[in-house]
């Protein structure tokens, strides 16, 4: 146990030097030492529990906190395992456990203080490089812990330190990084992704399509950052065994690999036991993948899908966004599975159906179920179909939607630093009269477009036709009366 008591820091960056003397404490008086896990042998290592009781008891004996309890020092590691201040040793991102056994990273990284802080006697086992420039600056602005507060924060409100100490400030000043606190970030990313798909959708409101409430912020914000390549995610959130069966049938035969069967015969049917076993994973969940709450946003996506609208792409892109991240992963993967499988001549499903059929039929229930009102079964099979056509694209971030958002960001940055509420809109810029007049005899054409369109839209259901005129009437009473209460438009 360290038994220096630093002082309390003082002067600009005073939540950053707390967050660096919590670090330098750790590094210098964690105990470490040797664990065999299987075959191999991790050198300087420690358990998660040893961890958590170490750092608890320091914090409590330290002068620079208060009261201090388990579920505060807990939530300090889990931050720790986010910012690369430890690693699990087996280089899983699945935050931090009292199970798992961790070592310190000894790459420098923008928040673990490797270059000031003394470092493991012997360790060999450091991080991967970091990615490339080009590749960091396409994700700063998405990356939900470059904006973090000091995860210590908590602890440090028992010291009186104001909300601007406890907002993260990066003294190396990575490119991008505002200083904006974490519900700030995932506000943006749900301003964002909400306006640019009532957009595209060609809807008035969202109102009745989609619960405000229902989406989640960060679900978005981590999305559009924890993505290995573009379109493609880590395959933490799926277990190995998923995606060797995945394989195997996918690329059957050849994908029946030793790795998979592990020595034991490959029999006639094979395949489809494995299937079969898959279909079982992925049914175990309680609720399809996409969630029954945005029932109603994709049946407003499939509408453009028929129509065979140009927006429906980044439509569904914006959606698939609003997806919990395991859920996201689960469906790329479910779909990338189905295309593949489809394509494979060597494997045979069925003697009546097409592969794509069946595999449609089998795994349509854990995708989206159909709901009263919302969508029926072809509906869902459409939906489905066109995730496995687009599969390359669909998962992909749309064009633009990260420029917005640190557009926004900017915004809300400026304003903090102004003093004002980043929720005033004490940045916009006064227009003169006549461009008032323009811009809104502009909207207002839009509007009356708009509801031309859905009053003489002879393909659209009489049941979504009183809906979206509802919507209409709700939002826009005045237009609505005084254009739909006319003569034809």
Not at 228 to 234: E, K, Q, R, T, V
């Amino acid at each position: 146990m360290a038994s220096d008591k630093p002082n309390l820091p003082e002067g600009q960056f005073r939540a950053t030097k707390l967050w660096q003397e919590v670090i330098k404490a750790f590094r210098t008086g964690m105990p470490r030492g040797k664990k065999r896990l299987r075959l191999r042998v991790y050198d300087d290592c420690f358990a998660g529990c040893d961890a958590l009781q170490w750092l608890l008891e320091h914090l409590q004996t330290t002068e620079l906190f208060g009261t201090v309890n388990r579920t505060q020092v807990e939530t300090l590691l889990h931050k720790f395992v986010q910012n690369e201040v430890i690693v699990d040793i087996k280089r899983k991102d699945n935050g931090f456990t009292e199970s798992t056994y961790y070592q310190f990273v000894t790459e420098p990284r923008a928040l673990n203080f490797v270059d000031e802080t003394p470092k493991p006697k012997g360790a060999t086992h450091d991080r991967p490089a970091a990615a490339s420039t080009e590749e960091n600056e396409g994700l700063c602005i998405a990356n939900e812990y470059a904006f973090t507060q000091c995860s210590y924060s908590s602890l440090a409100k028992t010291r009186n330190l104001g909300m601007a100490d406890q907002m993260y400030e990066d003294p190396r000043s990575l490119a991008g990084a505002w200083k904006v606190a974490p519900e700030q970030l995932a506000g943006v990313w749900k301003e964002m992704t909400l306006a640019r798909l009532l957009q595209v959708v060609e809807l008035p409101s969202l109102d009745g399509v989609v619960t405000y409430k229902a989406v989640n912020g960060h679900h978005i914000a981590h999305n559009a950052s924890k993505m290995s390549s573009p379109g493609s995610h880590n395959n933490d959130d799926v277990p190995q065994w998923v995606l060797l069966a995945i394989k195997c049938v996918a690329e059957w035969p050849e994908g029946c690999t030793e790795e998979f069967v592990g020595g034991l015969p490959v029999y006639q049917g094979l395949e489809l036991d494995v299937l079969r076993s898959l279909v079982v994973h992925f049914s175990l969940q309680t609720e399809p993948l996409i969630s029954c709450c945005l029932g109603d946003l994709f049946a407003a996506i499939l509408r453009l899908i028929r129509e065979k609208k140009s927006t429906a792409l980044v439509a569904m892109q914006l959606c698939l966004l609003l997806l919990p991240q395991v859920n996201r992963a689960r469906l790329h993967t479910l779909i990338r599975f189905i295309h593949d499988a489809s394509q494979n001549r060597e494997l045979i499903l069925s003697r009546s159906k097409t592969n794509f059929d069946e595999l449609l039929d089998l795994f349509s229930p854990v995708v989206l179920r159909p709901s009263k009102g919302q969508l029926d079964e072809g509906g869902v099979h459409d939906l489905i179909t066109y995730l496995v056509q687009q599969h390359p694209n669909v998962f992909k971030i749309p064009d633009n939607l990260k420029h917005d958002v640190e557009s926004r960001l900017l915004d809300v940055s400026l304003a903090q630093g102004d003093g004002t509420s980043a929720t005033q809109s004490s940045y916009c810029h006064r227009v003169s009269h006549e461009e008032y007049d323009k811009q809104k005899n502009m909207s207002e054409e839009f509007l009356v477009g708009l509801l031309a369109k859905i009053v003489n839209d002879k393909e659209m259901p009489a049941k979504m036709k009183k809906k979206r005129l509802h919507q209409f009437e709700k939002v826009y009473p005045q237009l609505y009366r005084q254009y739909h209460s006319s003569p034809p438009l």
